[in-house]
Structures are given as structure tokens and as C-alpha cells.
């Protein structure tokens, strides 16, 4: 991937969320008795597996649609996914693996200088919206490629979109912006 | 009556009138008595023209009561709060906006009053008086999370780019509410309100310079302002010796528990710029500090530009020093300096999450020491190592929470692993071994064959 400038930045994705259909009515109950880390919720109408390798959660509902959750790739969470189902095969469902979609992927970034907050979304109206009132983060929304960016003053962001190249273009997106507002001008100004 | 025009079939007389019978119409012959002709009950004309039902029954659409209450709350907040009339008529507008849109037409009452707050809360805003989220959140009766939350969905519905506050704005207003004038108090303990409010300002404009304000909660730095002006505009014994708790008691405040980290890290940034005041020849502590705020903040932009120097200098010296320990030295050791923008090399990668501080094996200063005493800051990673790096930074990057190092999990084996020389060497036995070994075998055997 081509960077407009020559440093490098480590994106570090810690969650990716996805779905997928079994293609068969599960038995919550049988699921519960007989899987192994399972927890199951009957209030809310669902069953929790756990997987080890690679480490992930999912959500398991009666209609067959899964959530997977806390997968740290796209891959991973695909081999997850695929375990999954055939973790419930071997139960003795008749599991079809299908319409897997990756959801949503979560990933924070370190910028190695501190943003001044206001002056950043002073430039940036009405793209990014800061209230320090109520989070001490400033959120910048892509539309055209959805993804959710909050910016720390410490230079933390966290990055969340459909997809892991959409989060990395939103990094590349933001960096210029947030480079411009990296120290507090010195002249006069506002004070925040 | 007489109806010339109809004849009686009995009789063939033309004196018919109009006989009516209780309600039903009837056209009676007079000479035979024969009813000519009878209305029908069922057709009766009606007097007056048709009505369509569901006009009938319909009134007048009249405004909604809750429509006119809110408004009218809209106007007591607008007087409580004392603004101005454009104030208070772009508020009324946008709450009537707000109001009958889908999102707030159906919501419980109570989150109509706090749309009633966040509506004065945006025009005040939009017109350049200070207020915070605080404020209106007391007057609503609501807590700031709700308030929140309801602002954010008005502005987004009404499409209102509205200005972020001035803390140093705001700083008046908040002076106020604290009944610290000489009405209140005891003299020795009074303070004006103006001179207060200036200092407090002073302090709030070098804490935003040196990074305290940017992404914190305003409430709390001003709290923290002005205690600190409080303390500074008359340093006696006993004002110093008051606490914050104490402070907040008889200025009657609620006390901010944040304020408190606030008036560390003031303290901090005071004692930074007060070592660079020339005339004061004794160490400049935290407990000193009040002592020099007025001359610190007189001159704060100079011993601001002299403190950036001398830390520039020192990082100079110690880059110096252990490069030439070691003698590896990297050129341009100057450049990190007033430079912040100096990110690890490595390619533009997206990584997974490794549990392991990689972070810190990976972080590369310019200055790359093969410091033999193990420097601690650079096992902290990237963050925190130009945390430390710069006088000034964000609290929470200088002293970055050290990431919990999860322990690697006992992985499986899965016997696929690589093994290296070195390794399969010590699985393999040495020919000398071997021949101790069969030695042993051997005599073992001769052993066991002479006990049985």
C-alpha cells in the first residue's frame, strides 16, 4: 500500500466482527448439553461458544445466523467461522456454510505527536464533531467509505469500518489532517 | 296551502294542500279527504346544506399542549438564564423544529424537557454566549450523559454546525457561582471576583499551551484555575494550607473529583517554566510554586521559549554522552528535538494484535543506544518514549498505563514446529554417550540375570 509520506504507521487491528448462516434450524438446547465452552442465555435466546484457536466468540441463535466476534483478521476470522460450523456439524446438525460477511473491524493507531483537538476540528467542519464535554475524543465520519474515526490528543486513533482496507484508507485519509494540527499555534487563538 | 298543479285521482279536484301528518309530508285532497301523495319518512329534506362526516366530527387542528409547554419552558430557561432576545427566539425556533420531527414527536416528557435545554443550549452556541453542557443539564434536571445524547440527535436532525466552547469564555460565568467575595467570606479569605476571573484565565490559556486542556473535561480545569489563582493572588499561610475539599466547602461548590489530577499537573507544568525564572535562586518545588504563579504567568510565553531551550539542550547533552559511551551514534541527534513527527521504521503494515510488546523492540529513536543498563523507557514503546521525550505532552502519554503483557498460552504442539540445530543436537546422543550407554545396558542385564 502506498503511503503519501515516507514514515510508517503500525494499524493494529484488535477485533473483527462477522456472520454467517448455517442454513438450518439449531437446537439451542442440544448445543448447550452437549458443546463444549458454551454458555447458554435462554432469556435472551442464544448460545455463546468459545474457540480457542483462533481465539473468538460467537453468538449462537436458534434460526442459524452466527455473529463471530474478536477475530484479529479477516482470515482468522474466517478459519474461525468455518471451525465453528463444523464444531456444530460434528453435534450432528446439518450445517451448510454460507453468506459469511466480514461486519465490521476495529483497529486502533498511534500517531507519534499530540493533536490539538479543537484546531483539528475547526478545519474539518462538519466532517469531525468534538464535544469535550461529553468524550474527550474527536469523531471523524467517512462517509464514502464508512468508517468511524476517533481521535485522541494523546495521537491514539481508533479506527472502525466495514472492512480492513477501508480502515487503512481512513488512516491515510486522516494523517494529513491530523499532521496539520500537531502542536498548539502559537499566536492567539482559542483556548480548548 | 293549495297546489294548483295536482289533481285528486277520486275526485279530480284541484284543492290539495299540504296536510301533514306528525312529521310525514301529505298532499290531502280537501273535497274527498284522499291522500294525494305522501312523503317518504326516509327522504325527508334536510334544512341546510350536506355535511361530509368526518368534517362534522373533526375540530380545528389546534397546537399540540405539550408543543405550547415546551415552548413556554424554553422561555423560563431563556430568562433563568438571562440571554438575550435572539437568544431566546432562535431557541423557540429550533425546538419547534426539533419537536415535530419523527425522532422527538413520540419520546417520554422528560426527554422533551431536556430537548428544551439542548435547543437554548445550540442557540447559544450559534449566537457566542458561553454556556456549558452543565449548566443546562442542572436546569433540565438531567444527567450529562442524557443531555448528551439528546444533543447530539437535535443537531444532527436540525443540521446545525454549532461552535465549540471557550473554556476561558465560559471562565466568567463559572467564576460566578462561587461565593468567594467578600460578602461571604472572611476578608483574609475573600477574593474580587475580576481578579480572580483573570487569573484563573491566565492559568486555563498555559494549561491548554502545555496540553492539560485538550480532550479534558472543561468543568474540572476551571475548578482547578481557580483554586490555584485563589492561592496564588494572596499566598499566606493559611491560604495555602487550605485544600481543594476545603475550598469547594466555603465557596459552597460540588467538588470535581478530576479537578484535583488538574491541579497536580498545573503544578507540574508551574514548576517546569518557574526553574527558568532567573531571579529565584532557591528550588522551585510543588509546595513553592504559588508563591512564583504571578511572575510564571507574567512572563509565560518567554519561560515558556527558555524551558523549550534548556530541555533542548539537556536532551542534547545526554544524546552526547551515551553515544559517545558506546560509540554508536546516529547522525542528526539535533533533529529529534524540536521535530515531533519521528515515527519507527517499519513498513506501512496492518498487523494483528501481538500480545507481546513488539511496539517496544520495534520503537527506534534517532538516538538508537545500545544503552547497556537496560533504559526502561524504551521498553515502554513508541508512545511513551516521545511522552518523555518533549517538556510537554499530554499527561496520559507521558505516564502511558503500561499495556498488560498478556502471557503467551501454552500452545499446543502440534508437532509441526521447526527445530533448530542447535536443538536437534541436544536430542542426539554423542557416540561417547552411546558407548556409555550400551555399557550401561549391558551390565544392568548381567545384573538382573544374577538376581533371578
Known sequence: MDSSNDDALDIIITN????????????????????????????????????????????????????????????????????????????????????????????????????????????????????????????????????????????????????????????????????????????????? | MSRSALRCPGCDSSNIIDDDLYAQVQLVCVDCGAVV????????????????????????????????????RVKVICQTLRVHSGIENLSQSHYQQAYQHDSFINVSL????????????????LLNWPITMGTIGC??????????????????ILNIVAPIINVTDVMEAHVQEYK????????????????????????????????????????????????????????TKQRLKFSLDKFCQIAKVNKHRPAMKRIAEMKEVLCKLGKEIPWVSEAVTADNIVLHVADVLQHRYTLLKRAQRSHEKAQLDNCEVSCGDSQTEDGGAPSQISDFVKETSNSTSVEQWEPHSEQGNGCDNTCTVSDPHGDSQQSQGPASNWGKR????????????????????????????????????SYI?????????ALNQKMLSVLKSQKS
Open chain 1, 16 to 192: 473483527v466482527v462477522a456472520t454467517f448462516r448455517t442454513r438450518c434450524h439449531l437446537n439451542l438446547r442440544t448445543i448447550a448439553l452437549e458443546g463444549t465452552n458454551v454458555i447458554y442465555k435462554p432469556e435472551v435466546g442464544k448460545v455463546l461458544m468459545k474457540l480457542r484457536k483462533p481465539k473468538i466468540t460467537a453468538s449462537i441463535w436458534s434460526s442459524g445466523k452466527i455473529i463471530c466476534t474478536g477475530a484479529t483478521s479477516e482470515d482468522d476470522a474466517k478459519v474461525g467461522a468455518r471451525r465453528l460450523a463444523r464444531c456444530l456439524q460434528k453435534l450432528g446438525f446439518k450445517v451448510r456454510f454460507s453468506a459469511f460477511k466480514v461486519v465490521n473491524v476495529l483497529a486502533v493507531c498511534s500517531m507519534p505527536f499530540s493533536i490539538h483537538l479543537v484546531d483539528f476540528t475547526k478545519n474539518n467542519r462538519p466532517i469531525a464533531s468534538y464535544e469535550p464535554e461529553l468524550h474527550p475524543a474527536a469523531t471523524y465520519r467517512i462517509k464514502h467509505l464508512k468508517a468511524t474515526i476517533q481521535v485522541f490528543s494523546t495521537g491514539s486513533l481508533t479506527v472502525t469500518g466495514p472492512n480492513v482496507q477501508n480502515v487503512a484508507t481512513a488512516v491515510e485519509q486522516v494523517y494529513p489532517l491530523l499532521f496539520e494540527c500537531r502542536k498548539p499555534l502559537r499566536e492567539k487563538r482559542k483556548v480548548n
Open chain 2, 37 to 72: 301523495s305522501e312523503g317518504s319518512l326516509a327522504d325527508e329534506h334536510v334544512e341546510g346544506s350536506g355535511v361530509n362526516f368526518v368534517r362534522a366530527v373533526t375540530s380545528a387542528k389546534k397546537p399540540c399542549p405539550n408543543l405550547i409547554k415546551g415552548l413556554q
Open chain 2, 110 to 125: 422528560q426527554k422533551k424537557d431536556v430537548l428544551a435545554g439542548c435547543s437554548v443550549l445550540v442557540s447559544c452556541r
Open chain 2, 139 to 156: 436546569l433540565v434536571d438531567a444527567d450529562l450523559e442524557m443531555v448528551g445524547a439528546v444533543y447530539r440527535e437535535m443537531v444532527k
Open chain 2, 180 to 235: 468567594i467575595s467578600s460578602l461571604h467570606v472572611p476578608e483574609d479569605l475573600a477574593e474580587n471576583p475580576k481578579d480572580l476571573t483573570k487569573r484563573a484565565v491566565a492559568l486555563v490559556e498555559l494549561a491548554a499551551d502545555t496540553w492539560i486542556v485538550t480532550g479534558r473535561r472543561p468543568i474540572p480545569i476551571m475548578m482547578a484555575a481557580i483554586y490555584l489563582a485563589w492561592q496564588s493572588l494572596k499566598p
Open chain 2, 390 to 425: 518533549v517538556l510537554f505532552a499530554p499527561p496520559c502519554v507521558v505516564n502511558a498505563k503500561r499495556r498488560r503483557v498478556e502471557q503467551p498460552e501454552l500452545k499446543d504442539v502440534t508437532g509441526d514446529e521447526e527445530i533448530s540445530d542447535s536443538e536437534i543436537d
Open chain 2, 429 to 437: 546422543r554423542t557416540p561417547k554417550e552411546v558407548r556409555d550407554f
